[in-house]
């Protein structure tokens, strides 16, 4: 059964996408000092920026008010015995990649502050040919399913995790 992410996560994306979207906000408004203070005959200058604030306003608003929702209804998590599949996606498209777990070089644990405010971790799964990520995971859950991949990927005896 696929193990759905913490719903913390959803307050965890609003406000991370929320300080995205300000910092877009603030450069977006850099062009328009220049026409107050050094430009003054520039007033394209403005338009374009005022443009851009909309723009990056409007998307933000509407991340944060029903992306982050989709994104949390499309992603999960399966650990088998023998592979683990991350599922992803958005409104327009629908992602998984299993990743044997025999491929499986080193899995991390991370947090950041807002993260670690939440209670939540991701798990970072490094195969040789790419990282993967889940990121809503509580402390306890994301220890013990690391914990669980490398115990599962110790099994064949003949990889990084060979003791």
Known sequence: ????LHPNVIRYWQVSYGLHTFKWILISCI???LRI???PG???LALISCLAVSFFFIKGLAFICFGVYIKYS???YLLNDDELMIRWGNVW???SSIIPL???QHVDKEQDMLAKRW???ELTITTAGDHHFIMGLTEEVASWLRRRIIELSKLDNKDAYYD
């Open 74 to 76: 499309q992603r999960s």
């Open 37 to 39: 203070f050094w430009l």
């Open 102 to 104: 025999s491929r499986v």
């Open 42 to 44: 520039w007033g394209w």
């Open 119 to 121: 209670g939540l971790s």
């Open 93 to 95: 498209s629908d992602n």
């Open 1 to 4: 059964m696929e193990q759905k």
């Open 31 to 33: 062009p328009v000092m």
